[in-house]
Structures are given as C-alpha cells and as structure tokens.
Nanobody
Framework: QVQLVESGEGLVQVGDSLRLSCAAS????????MGWFRQAPGKEREFVAA????????YYADSVKGRFTISRVNDKRTVYLQMNSLKFEDTAVYYC??????????????????WGQGTQVAVSS
C-alpha cells in the first residue's frame, strides 16, 4: 500500500522560511517523479513544484520560482520543499504526490496517482 506522509506544517510570518518533507512507502520511490501542490481555502489545488526521479529535472510554478526549492533523497524515500521568503498568499494546505505512470515530472495534477494527506502552512502578515 502506497503511503505519502507530509510533515513540517507551521504558522510563520511573512519573510520566514519553512521546510516540508514527504516520506514515501509502498512504492519504488527512486523510480518516480514527485510533485508538490497546494490548495488555499476556496481555491483549486494548484501546482507548486515537481522533480524527476533522478532529481535533475525541476519544475516550479511562476509564483514560487526563486523562493521555493524542491529536492529529494532517494535513499531516504523523501522529497522536500524548502520555502523561503514566504508570503501571505503562500498560505495553503500543501500536498505531495507521486506519478508512477509518466517518465517526466508534470505540472498537471491529473498526472499524479498517489497523494498525501496534506500539511498546513499558514503565513501571517
């Protein structure tokens, strides 16, 4: 059974940093692309960042480019999202996801097969 478990939630202030982690089990983690998405209250779930199985190919949403960094450690079966210079509009529930069907990371949430339960990030102004 595939499980993705996010951690690192927090309440921070504008300009602060936070690192999210997503631990995977039940799948050959090192073979698959991973992504981070977020969903703010009343809004659609949106793409944040994605990383290939090798960690070489990275994609970011324009809204987070230059502030967020996605990375992975395959030996630890974990993907990370380092978030710097946080803004109020980064407030959302953040989800990690695994794509087991496609060879390259995707910005489309429909490309992902497994999802974590989400972790809350709140940024106060």
């Amino acid at each position: 059974q595939v499980q993705l478990v996010e951690s690192g939630e927090g309440l921070v202030q504008v300009g602060d940093s936070l690192r999210l982690s997503c631990a995977a089990s039940g799948l050959t983690f090192s073979s698959y692309a991973m992504g981070w998405f977020r969903q703010a209250p009343g809004k659609e779930r949106e793409f944040v960042a994605a990383i290939s199985w090798s960690g070489i190919t990275l994609y970011y949403a324009d809204s987070v480019k230059g502030r967020f960094t996605i990375s992975r450690v395959n030996d630890k079966r974990t993907v990370y999202l380092q978030m710097n210079s946080l803004k109020f509009e980064d407030t959302a529930v953040y989800y990690c996801a695994a794509d087991i069907r496609h060879g390259s990371p995707s910005r489309a949430k429909d490309a992902y097969d497994y999802w974590g339960q989400g972790t809350q990030v709140a940024v106060s102004s």
